[in-house]
Nanobody, 124 residues
Framework: QVVESGGGLVQPGGSLRLTCTAS????????IAWFRQAPGKEREAVAA????????YYTNSVQGRFTISRDDVENVGYLQMNSLKPEDTAAYYC???????????????????WGQGTQVTVSA
């Protein structure tokens, strides 16, 4: 399973780091993605990290502000979020799949295991 942590309330322009903690499997061999869902909106892919070559992908709205990474020793994945905006407010979910991403990184169907989510609220 995977469990997200690190969400909270932050002012616009602030930063947060989300953590995706894996248990029961070795994250090193898995691709990781972060999705988010705001009230009344569809789930949106934010970023992904491929298992084989560690290539990364970002949706346009977070490019240059968010960074996905992983620590294989600690068996965790991270989403560093800087220069946060009110429109980043959402529940954020970690998703994983064994091996490399086969199809489209932003397709929720690519991922087999999902966490319960952590809330990020950006507000003054």
């Amino acid at each position: 399973q995977v469990v997200e942590s690190g969400g909270g309330l932050v002012q616009p322009g602030g930063s947060l780091r989300l953590t995706c903690t894996a248990s029961g499997f070795t994250l090193d061999f898995y691709s990781i993605a972060w999705f988010r869902q705001a009230p009344g909106k569809e789930r949106e892919a934010v970023a992904a990290s491929n298992s084989n070559d560690r290539s990364t992908y970002y949706t346009n709205s977070v490019q240059g502000r968010f960074t996905i990474s992983r620590d294989d020793v600690e068996n965790v994945g991270y989403l560093q979020m800087n220069s946060l905006k009110p429109e980043d407010t959402a529940a954020y979910y970690c998703a994983t799949t064994p091996g490399r991403i086969i199809g489209t990184w932003s397709d929720p169907g690519e991922y087999d295991y999902w966490g319960q989510g952590t809330q990020v609220t950006v507000s003054a």
